[in-house]
């Protein structure tokens, strides 16, 4: 297995703000009359709030006698949010793997997230992260611009295959050198959602799954994901960087 870019998801996977952003949508919707179970997470979990909010309407439209569109939730979740932002902490973990990517001088390292910029920004500096540390990140603010779907679908990381190929382009050419297309199967994805996972698996690419969040994917789900090719490794944090070691050869003796 070849890798040449690796593409992290940011919440849940890079910084540590699943619990903060779960108590804000749990406080908001509540505020509406749905009490978010513990279980509903696992069809929640990595959406936007305003994809958030049509799930919770489709299953008590009375959400809307509160707030009247994805954006009027989704606005109220994000000032939420900032409220406890003191909350978010760095993942230990993938910092430790973005350090290995870059020892080892993988073409791309890029961040692809389902949150808005200002959010995910917040949430990076907060974690010690700014977005110079990435090639380049890819919010749903700017994948909605393009008209293009967010996770679960395989747009997000199709366009990150796709912005990655610009610049890499760029590079051969600026140096004289023969460019070489990247393909899905040497782009490793790192997620922590189901839905994050599937965007990936979608894409055909190599997906690495933290799990101390969220369960992996049930056998045959998995084998339905996989059926049009890539690869797919759950794993618990503290595994990740031994994973990372396993798939891209040429870390083996960083």
Not at 18 to 27: D, P, S, T, V
Not at 98 to 127: C, H, M, W, Y
């Amino acid at each position: 297995m070849s890798i040449r870019a690796v593409f992290l998801d940011l919440d849940g996977t890079t910084v540590d703000t699943e619990a903060r952003n779960r108590r804000a949508i749990e406080q908001e919707s509540s505020k509406a009359g749905y009490d978010i179970k513990p279980t509903d997470w696992e069809f929640l979990a990595g959406q936007g709030d305003g994809i958030i909010w049509q799930k919770i309407a489709a299953i008590k439209p009375e959400i809307m006698n509160t707030f009247g569109t994805a954006a009027s939730f989704e606005a109220a979740c994000l000032r939420a949010k900032f409220e406890r932002i003191a909350e978010v902490k760095k993942i230990d973990e993938t910092g430790d793997a973005i350090k290995l990517f870059r020892e080892n001088a993988l073409d791309i390292v890029a961040a692809v997230s389902n949150s808005t910029g200002p959010e995910a920004k917040a949430s990076l500096k907060q974690a010690g992260y700014s977005t110079s540390d990435f090639d380049f990140c890819l919010f749903r603010d700017d994948i909605e611009r393009m008209g293009l779907r967010a996770k679960p679908s395989p747009d997000p990381y199709l366009e990150a295959m796709r912005m990655a190929n610009e610049r890499l382009k760029a590079k051969a050419d600026a140096a004289g050198e023969k460019f070489v297309p990247l393909t899905p199967e040497e782009c490793l994805v790192l997620e922590d959602s189901r839905t994050g996972v599937r965007s990936g698996l979608a894409a055909r690419m190599n997906v690495i799954q933290m799990t101390d969040e969220t369960p992996a994917l049930e056998s045959a789900d998995a084998a339905q994901c996989l059926k049009d090719g890539g690869h797919y490794f759950p794993v618990r944090r503290t595994g990740l960087v031994e994973q990372c070691r396993d798939l891209i050869p040429a870390m083996a003796m960083a």
